[in-house]
């Protein structure tokens, strides 16, 4: 990275949107690296699906922004780098020790893009296809509760800086990382939309099939079909769909109610939440 070179910072965390925990971490991260630009991305508390979800995409776009040229130059030319703290510390639930939570990693992605993260939950595991490297990082775990911000950046830096002597410990299995769960709510979007833990080419069901869907606590299915797009419905309809979000040909699912919100209509569920979809008129076939 040359000295004129601006680091594309994505800070991924679940201190609540608008919190401003976030201001405090982007405070430090500047002060440490200057020239940086930061985008935040707020998740729900403890949700490493969200955060998981999120991870894969913006590391996707970068692809995205690689293809596109500005003055000459790739956009991305100072490198994207994910900043990952949804740190729920369920990995023990015994009582800790001077705040200690799950450990902070790092991982190189194929396309070059470069994560530094707590290890929890499935916080790596939409990634994790992408991961060619994945290792230890050399800093304390303990010390503060609010890691991301006192101890973490320092990592950060390094990371940026390319200075991974010292900073990068022991390789660690990719099978450490939990593989993605499927059928589960994964977002939900500011139209009502539902964006799903599974892909298209994972479901198995053919445009205009008729389905009965079910989400999280609701006690009862919801007619909908299977389509093409989101659009590819009329007004009112509720679908299951290829949406927005993931590569073409093998885009995250959506359930989406056309001119609606499809949140509302399956009982306003958490991320988390467990999808269960039954083809309509042949024997239930339950997915979740």
Not at 131 to 153: A, C, H, M, Y
Not at 206 to 220: F, H, M, S, W, Y
Not at 223 to 246: R, T
Request: aromatic share 8%.
């Amino acid at each position: 990275m040359t000295n004129n070179s601006t680091p594309y910072i994505v800070l991924i965390a679940d201190y609540g949107k608008g919190d401003p925990a976030f201001v405090e971490v982007k405070q430090h991260i500047s002060a440490l690296i200057p020239n940086a630009r930061i985008e935040e991305v707020s998740v729900e508390p403890f949700s490493t699906i969200q955060t998981g979800f999120w991870a894969h995409q913006f590391a996707i776009n970068h692809s995205v922004f690689k293809s596109l040229k500005r003055g000459g130059n790739l956009m991305g030319v100072g490198g994207t780098f994910l900043y990952i703290n949804t740190a729920p510390r369920k990995d023990d639930l015994s009582p800790r020790e001077d705040n200690g939570g799950e450990r902070l990693v790092y991982a190189k992605l194929s396309n070059g893009v470069e994560v530094v993260g707590v290890l929890s939950g499935e916080s790596f595991s939409y990634i994790k296809p992408l991961i060619t490297e994945l290792r230890e990082i050399n800093i304390s775990r303990n010390g503060s509760q609010f890691r991301s911000r006192d101890t973490f950046p320092i990592a950060l830096r390094a990371i940026v800086k390319k200075s991974y002597e010292g900073i990068l410990g022991d390789e660690i299995d990719n099978e450490a990382i939990p593989d993605r769960t499927m059928w589960r709510v994964a977002h939900v979007d500011g139209y009502g939309n539902l964006k799903l833990s599974t892909m298209c080419s994972e479901a198995g069901f053919e445009e205009g099939e008729p389905l009965k869907i079910r989400v999280g606590n609701l006690n009862r299915y919801v007619e909908a079909v299977y389509s093409k797009g989101i659009f590819a419905v009329k007004e009112n309809q509720l679908c299951l769909a290829p949406g927005s979000s993931g590569i073409k040909g093998e885009n995250f699912l959506e359930i989406s109610k056309r001119g609606a919100s499809a949140w509302d209509v399956l009982g306003k569920p958490k991320t988390g939440a467990e999808v269960a979809v039954e083809r309509f008129r042949s024997k239930a076939k339950t997915l979740a």
